[in-house]
């Protein structure tokens, strides 16, 4: 292999491993640096050839003699002769005195005829065929990269619910269009059809949201009643040649039960998304986890998602502004399975560090304060209502309790060298440690079962140098001291993402941790180790390999003092995502 296909080799290595392996940064610049150089080398060598080619056609026209070695050797010898002679004679050729020189004999002078199209035509097929595959490669690479740039959704439309509780439900709307806006709602029947002579209820004619939110804001409907299906219908009171109001879009759902009365709950669970990964040549780039979750939507009454919704540093950072945040956060809700399952799902989040930047743990520090505008705008402010400027929280669906921690804001700097450090860092901070205790004791007695939800994974089966680093493993007294407390609670059980691999791990505690993702990103089906049976820990299950992984949880506290919790594995690799890969009955206990 010589240099100008080593060149254009490395350059495609550099372009298939950003689109369809990880879309790292690294990558991404390797490539920029790549495709310069092999555009270089082979533009030349194609330059080369055809010079080659042309010097030799014109020495035959002139009759120039050329001495060729056996006419019967491979042809690949036979032009390795011919460009040897040529760049001896080719140089002289302006003061030769052509009339000496005799003509060629005719077969000599077919052979180097045909010896030069020959060689011309393969090299010029194969160089330009190489050309092209570098052209296309680059030019996808570009789109991945820059399309939150070349398409930025400013025109997006969003109208979905948030976290919807006994007695109201909040509405994420993004309008850019001006007018003041109206919601009107009434009761379903039980089969979600309106029923007759039910009116329209209006909640009220508000002003639209402005550019200051980037045209985003979130409302709520209050005062409705437990366990029934409603219809919410968003008008905007813009005044048209035909009516005074026209309808925008319209949604349903169904409100909670009563908190402490026994439920019925079916949701799903996992982490990291980036649209149009694994990816592909679209108008219209999509999340395959998204539209696998869709499969499983009728019955699904909410999505927990664990956090990077958006990857702001990869394939490339763009920015600190709010703007350049946000312009990530439309990219995902104008995909076409994001649209469709957020209007029929309601949708909770908690952050993690690909909405900030890798690993994040500088607390408050730039650019905190613009990622968190950006995320508060179109997913923090739909969740559960928190304590002030915070965002975990906490929230119940009949007798079933929820705490949501924040991982990443109030997390120590993890110290590689200092062991004192390191025994007293923190990843939830005092405040948030004291809520989330005083939480556990009440649900204690007063909750069939309790999730503890965390972006990043309590086990210790990931044990590399950035899971050391960036999971609770870096975290182990705080870890510790808190395995010690849910011990005690009977049926509670750890949510988890980030490691893009899927782990169901009893801890050292007792209570179950599931962790899932990606939902739609990449994975190393090959690289990484992840050790089962770590000390005081048993591993139930756990998979590497699939870009799309997320787990659907089915709760039922109906049945009597013991609960059941049946945890179900989703992945596209397995059965194209329609029926479980791997499912759990948990084993749960009499929590009265």
């Known amino acids: 292999m010589n240099i100008v296909n080593a060149a254009s080799a490395l350059h495609l290595l550099f372009s298939a491993s950003l689109l369809w392996v990880v879309p790292s940064q690294h990558l991404f610049l390797a490539d920029m640096v790549a495709f310069p150089v092999s555009l270089f080398l082979l533009v030349r060598e194609i330059a080369s050839k055809w010079s080659i080619a042309t010097a030799i056609e014109r020495l035959r026209r002139h009759s120039i003699e050329i001495c060729i070695d056996d006419a019967q050797s491979e042809s690949s010898s036979r032009e390795s002769s011919i460009s040897g002679a040529v760049n001896r004679r080719i140089k002289y050729h302006e003061h030769l005195d052509l009339s000496q020189y005799k003509p060629l004999p005719e077969k000599a002078a077919v052979l180097l005829t045909k010896a030069s199209r020959d060689g011309h035509k393969r090299l010029s097929l194969f160089n330009a065929l190489l050309l092209l595959a570098d052209l296309v490669m680059f030019i996808m690479c570009l789109d991945f990269v820059y399309r939150p740039l070349l398409t930025p959704g400013l025109d997006l439309f969003i109208f979905r619910p948030g976290h919807v509780s006994h007695n109201s439900a909040k509405l994420h709307i993004r309008y850019p269009d001006g007018g003041d806006l109206e919601l009107r709602y009434k009761e379903l029947g039980s089969d979600w059809i309106p029923a007759r002579n039910v009116p329209w209820?209006?909640?009220?004619?508000?002003?639209?949201?402005?550019?200051?939110?980037?045209?985003?804001?979130?409302?709520?409907?209050?005062?409705?009643?437990?366990?029934?299906?409603?219809?919410?219908?968003?008008?905007?009171?813009?005044?048209?040649?035909?009516?005074?109001?026209?309808?925008?879009?319209?949604?349903?759902?169904?409100?909670?039960?009563?908190?402490?009365?026994?439920?019925?709950?079916?949701?799903?669970?996992?982490?990291?998304?980036?649209?149009?990964?694994?990816?592909?040549?679209?108008?219209?780039?999509d999340i395959r986890g998204f539209a696998s979750i869709l499969d499983h939507s009728d019955d699904l009454d909410m999505i927990v998602f664990l956090g990077d919704f958006i990857y702001a540093d990869l394939p490339l950072y763009f920015g600190s502004t709010v703007e350049d945040y946000r312009r990530l956060y439309r990219q995902v809700y104008r995909t076409k399975s994001a649209y469709r399952l957020v209007r029929k799902v309601p949708m909770i989040h908690v952050y993690d560090d690909h909405e900030i930047m890798n690993n994040w743990h500088a607390g408050d520090a730039p650019p905190m304060g613009s990622a968190l505008a950006a995320y508060n705008e179109y997913n923090g402010l739909a969740n559960p209502p928190s304590p002030t400027n915070r965002a975990y929280y906490n929230f119940t669906y009949g007798d079933i309790a929820f705490y949501a921690w924040d991982t990443r804001r109030y997390r120590s700097r993890w110290e590689t060298e200092n062991e004192v450090g390191r025994s007293r860092a923190t990843m939830l901070g005092k405040e948030q440690k004291v809520h989330f205790t005083q939480w556990l004791a009440a649900v204690n007695h007063t909750a069939a079962v309790k999730f503890v939800i965390s972006s990043v994974p309590l086990t210790f089966g990931w044990s590399n140098e950035d899971s050391s680093q960036d999971t609770w493993r870096g975290y182990p007294t705080e870890r510790a001291e808190i395995l010690e407390l849910t011990r005690h609670v009977p049926n509670l059980f750890f949510l988890s993402g980030d490691r893009h691999e899927m782990a169901a791990v009893e801890l050292p505690s007792g209570n179950m941790e599931f962790s899932t993702s990606p939902i739609s990103q990449f994975t190393f089906p090959l690289v990484g180790q992840f050790r089962a049976n770590m000390t005081g820990e048993t591993t139930l299950h756990h998979r590497r390999p699939g870009h799309v992984k997320y787990g659907i949880l089915d709760v039922d506290t109906r049945s009597g003092p013991v609960p059941r919790v049946t945890y179900n594995l989703y992945t596209t690799d397995v059965h194209q995502g329609k029926q479980p890969a791997w499912t759990y009955e948990a084993k749960c206990s009499a929590w009265r």
Not at 205 to 233: C, G, H, R, W
């Open 201 to 285: 209820e209006s909640a009220g004619v508000f002003e639209p949201p402005t550019n200051a939110t980037d045209f985003t804001m979130t409302t709520a409907l209050m005062n409705l009643q437990p366990s029934t299906k409603y219809i919410v219908a968003l008008h905007c009171r813009q005044p048209t040649l035909h009516s005074q109001t026209a309808l925008l879009s319209s949604l349903e759902f169904k409100t909670a039960p009563i908190p402490g009365d026994p439920a019925h709950l079916r949701f799903a669970t996992g982490s990291c998304i980036k649209p149009n990964f694994p990816y592909r040549p679209t108008l219209s780039p």
